[in-house]
């Protein structure tokens, strides 16, 4: 017997990458599967109608149910189009993972108004496109499991990446909210950080080694601190598909609002970024007294992510500051 | 002798009320140049008015400093760049951007329309990205620059009714600290704040909230009445400030007296295993090792016949 007997489930992105991996292992536990991939380039463009098609094939060949589906989540009628086909083909949706998404990769001072809006469309309104029609039947059925995909990018922030950051924390924004909206309707909604090798991932270290080329940088890598073995390699995307499955699962039924880190066979759940150090005073605070507690209470020991270069005459340090009073 | 923020050239959006508008008082009673950019909308975006901003300017003005008012609506693309441009054509720089600029459109999930949704998310969030580019281009070249954008408490913790709103706020913070990776080379910095304060924007969340949320409390200890706005403006001044050259990259709560450093989402409790996990051992040990001590903002009502959930003797 499988984990997810029964269950109907919708895998955005699920042509390809990590998304293929669930929509396989969802089938092996017993999920029928709406494979959805519009067949995209990285960068969103093109179209491909084989990706999903393949992996639906797949699961078929095996001796599980699935149908593919072309539509792209970045579009409202097509998002309802797709969570349309669940009931469609089998009368119910209980489980929505959002994988699909697109890079951009540029500094922001070079990022056009088109390379913001492709990639919130795809990652963040496709997100907000496809739980909306989702949790109107999800909150009728009285049970549901939404998955969205966030990203270390956003969690913790990358060079070249300010369209993708704010899509991917935002997606981790939504996801706490909308377990607050539906946990009392027994649905949950969780997030998964996943590191994996993929055709995003590859492009990655490409364009950022590109950009920091451009800007006369050296490599810079994601500062995860003492964490920073569990990201160091990306393994197989296969990997993230268990924890995906595991929060599907009727098991995971109190598990909600949370963001997962998912890299090979490490998981972790996020720290949310509530008050980690506190300063209190009464009554309003002046400009020396906080210079005082931000750099020798709240900030003691924690590093600029990127501090100035050496050839940059930065007021404070390198010439004289207005005195604070 | 100078003032802390002698000459620097701010612009402020949605400054003509509440949180922004004590940012642009207090910035220019320290000696900054005030552009003081609101629309004067309503809290769900609608109507318009010159009033709030001009109002804002004319008392710095009044008080001595320096200000002007700007109409623009951050929410397109020419409304951030003819911000940015205005402020250069007054005073010749850029010095730093404070994106305080928002509205409120609050429904549950499954009632939330898309124009709800892009309403909010274009105000707050694209809107940072039409501030923060224009800005970065001239901040890059003068080697000097200050980014503050405003996230919330509702994104970072979540808050009931507030998807649009949340996933903003949320994604703001991940903006920041993608911001502080591309620019703090060139001796800019950006950093976000989570304020809590009583404005307009809070006034609406005791009506919002029980419709909305039932009987979840939110996120934040603090409860109504909400700390005085003026409380937020010292932080925000002091990031602005030629001291704080090094903060870079990060979030602060600040609610009345009360400043904090917020967590970075890294991980925090992890499992680990060489190799796959299986979805059975995942069961075995997510609920008991992972997930301890971790409650459920919003669990089901025991009445729920709830697949999954032990039976209650």
């Known amino acids: 017997?499988?984990?997810?007997?029964?269950?109907?489930?919708?895998?955005?992105?699920?042509?390809?990458?990590?998304?293929?991996?669930?929509?396989?292992?969802?089938?092996?536990?017993?999920?029928?599967?709406?494979?959805?991939?519009?067949?995209?380039?990285?960068?969103?463009?093109?179209?491909?109608?084989?990706?999903?098609?393949?992996?639906?094939?797949?699961?078929?060949?095996?001796?599980?149910?699935?149908?593919?589906?072309?539509?792209?989540?970045?579009?409202?009628?097509?998002?309802?189009?797709?969570?349309?086909?669940?009931?469609?083909?089998?009368?119910?949706?209980?489980?929505?993972?959002?994988?699909?998404?697109?890079?951009?990769?540029?500094?922001?001072?070079?990022?056009?108004?088109?390379?913001?809006?492709?990639?919130?469309?795809?990652?963040?309104?496709?997100?907000?496109?496809?739980?909306?029609?989702?949790?109107?039947?999800?909150?009728?059925?009285?049970?549901?499991?939404?998955?969205?995909?966030?990203?270390?990018?956003?969690?913790?922030?990358?060079?070249?990446?300010?369209?993708?950051?704010?899509?991917?924390?935002?997606?981790?924004?939504?996801?706490?909210?909308?377990?607050?909206?539906?946990?009392?309707y027994g649905v949950t909604c969780n997030a998964i950080a996943p590191g994996a090798a993929t055709r995003m991932t590859q492009s990655v270290p490409d364009s950022a080694r590109q950009l920091q080329a451009a800007a006369g940088m050296q490599a810079v890598s994601i500062d995860l601190g003492e964490h920073e073995s569990a990201f160091a390699r990306l393994v197989e995307a296969e990997y993230v598909a268990p924890m995906v499955a595991f929060l599907a699962s009727d098991a995971a039924w109190n598990i909600n609002g949370n963001v997962f880190y998912v890299n090979g066979g490490e998981v972790a759940r996020a720290h949310h970024p509530i008050q980690m150090r506190t300063v209190y005073r009464r009554g309003l605070w002046t400009l020396p007294e906080l210079d005082d507690a931000v750099q020798n209470v709240l900030l003691k020991d924690i590093p600029n992510p990127a501090p100035p270069r050496d050839d940059v005459q930065v007021p404070g340090r390198d010439t004289p500051a207005p005195p604070l009073a | 002798m100078a003032q802390p923020l002698a000459d620097r050239c701010i612009v402020i959006t949605g400054a003509g009320r509440g949180i922004g508008a004590e940012v642009a008082r207090f910035t220019g009673s320290l000696g900054a140049r005030v552009?003081?950019?609101?629309?004067?909308?309503?809290?769900?975006?609608?109507?318009?008015?010159?009033?709030?901003?001009?109002?804002?300017?004319?008392?710095?003005?009044?008080?001595?400093?320096t200000a002007a008012a700007n109409l623009d609506s951050i929410a397109t693309e020419a409304g951030g760049e003819n911000l940015i441009r205005q402020c250069l054509d007054t005073w010749g720089r850029v010095d730093g951007v404070v994106h305080v600029a928002g509205i409120l459109r609050d429904r549950m999930i499954f009632n939330m329309?898309?124009?709800?949704?892009?309403?909010?998310?274009?105000?707050?969030?694209?809107?940072?990205?039409?501030?923060?580019?224009?800005?970065?281009?001239?901040?890059?070249?003068?080697?000097?620059?200050?980014?503050?954008?405003?996230?919330?408490?509702?994104?970072?913790m979540g808050n009931a009714g507030q998807a649009n709103y949340g996933a903003a706020k949320a994604g703001i913070a991940g903006g920041v600290r993608c911001l502080a990776r591309d620019l703090g080379r060139y001796g800019i910095t950006s950093n976000g704040i989570a304020p809590t304060a009583g404005t307009r924007m809070t006034q609406s969340i005791p009506e919002a909230a029980p419709l909305a949320s039932g009987a979840v409390a939110r996120a934040e200890e603090i409860e109504p009445p909400f700390p005085e706005a003026r409380f937020v403006a010292p932080m925000v001044a002091y990031l602005l400030t030629d001291q704080a050259w090094n903060v870079n990259g990060k979030i602060f709560h600040v609610a009345g007296g009360q400043v904090s450093l917020a967590y970075e989402e890294v991980p925090d409790r992890s499992i680990a295993k060489a190799g796959m996990w299986t979805v059975d051992e995942l069961r075995a040990v997510v609920p008991e090792q992972l997930m301890s001590g971790v409650i459920n903002p919003a669990p089901p009502p025991p009445t729920l016949d709830l697949p999954g959930r032990p039976a209650t003797p």
């Open chain 1, 1 to 184: 017997m499988g984990a997810l007997d029964g269950k109907v489930a919708v895998i955005t992105g699920s042509g390809r990458g990590i998304g293929r991996g669930i929509a396989r292992l969802f089938a092996q536990e017993g999920a029928r599967v709406v494979v959805n991939d519009p067949g995209v380039n990285v960068d969103g463009s093109g179209g491909d109608t084989g990706p999903a098609q393949q992996v639906a094939d797949e699961i078929v060949a095996a001796g599980g149910e699935a149908v593919a589906s072309l539509d792209s989540v970045a579009d409202s009628a097509a998002a309802e189009r797709l969570i349309g086909m669940a009931l469609d083909n089998w009368g119910r949706l209980d489980i929505l993972v959002n994988v699909a998404g697109i890079l951009r990769d540029r500094m922001i001072f070079n990022m056009s108004h088109e390379e913001w809006d492709a990639v919130i469309a795809v990652h963040l309104k496709g997100a907000y496109n496809t739980i909306r029609p989702a949790s109107v039947l999800m909150r009728q059925q009285r049970c549901g499991r939404i998955i969205n995909f966030s990203s270390v990018s956003g969690l913790v922030g990358n060079i070249g990446q300010f369209n993708y950051g704010s899509a991917k924390a935002a997606i981790a924004g939504m996801t706490r909210v909308i377990a607050r909206d539906l946990g009392r």
């Open chain 2, 35 to 65: 552009l003081v950019n609101d629309p004067g909308v309503n809290i769900d975006g609608s109507g318009g008015d010159a009033g709030p901003a001009q109002s804002v300017a004319n008392e710095i003005v009044a008080a001595g400093g």
């Open chain 2, 113 to 156: 329309s898309p124009q709800e949704w892009d309403d909010v998310i274009a105000v707050h969030l694209t809107g940072y990205f039409n501030l923060a580019k224009p800005a970065s281009v001239i901040m890059r070249q003068q080697r000097f620059g200050r980014v503050i954008a405003f996230s919330s408490s509702s994104g970072l």
